[in-house]
């Protein structure tokens, strides 16, 4: 199966914790922010493959963007009230400062990553091709999506590397784990896959 921008969100809507992340998260006001990664991907895999929307999302990633605080303290505010917010969710909610990532990744996973510049920046390392998406509401309500690799990949589920960060360990983890929930995955080993080519 392969679909497009307007597929890609009307999926993504049809997921009710996704749609209400989208409808509320400007209220919360947050810089530079997107509702991202498994929470959009998965949602793609799960209509392709017959499940229900929110079937096997572990959580709902969202970035924003602010680097006129790098302290844990200033990021902790923001997680805490976007708690609130979302508390009535029957799901994980996963907040996190895109300017704070260089302080923690290596520590976490073993290799460098230089200072991000904006969410989309942490949008393009993510380490498979279908996890690369951010999709926020723009002011006129409207849908925007970012999706740097496309959605070819996704709407055919396939796993491909996207090597901007070198950590095969983690990739080949997270392949394996949702090859389990979703076993008509493609997984193109990282040591074989060609480097993927942004769309811009």
Request: hydrophobic share 40%; aromatic share 12%.
């Amino acid at each position: 199966m392969l679909a497009g921008k307007d597929d890609f969100i009307r999926i993504v809507l049809d997921n009710p914790i996704d749609a209400t992340l989208l409808d509320r998260l400007p209220e919360v006001g947050l810089p530079d922010c997107y509702v991202v990664a498994g929470c959009l991907f998965q949602t793609i895999w799960n209509d392709v493959s017959g499940f229900p929307p929110t079937h096997g999302i572990l959580d709902y990633d969202v970035f924003y963007f602010d680097d006129t605080d790098l302290t844990w303290e200033a990021e902790d505010v923001v997680i805490r009230r976007c708690a609130e917010v979302f508390s009535d969710l029957d799901a994980q909610v996963e907040v996190r400062n895109q300017a704070r990532v260089h302080l923690w990744y290596p520590e976490k996973y073993g290799v460098p990553c230089p200072p991000l510049c904006s969410s989309r920046d942490g949008v393009d390392g993510f380490l498979n091709t279908s996890s690369c998406f951010g999709v926020r509401r723009t002011l006129d309500r409207d849908v925007d999506v970012y999706a740097p690799f496309g959605f070819d990949d996704v709407f055919a589920m396939i796993v491909r590397p996207n090597r901007r960060r070198e950590a095969p360990a983690v990739y080949h983890d997270k392949a394996q784990r949702w090859r389990r929930t979703w076993p008509d995955l493609t997984i193109i080993p990282w040591e074989t896959g060609h480097q993927a080519t942004s769309d811009g």
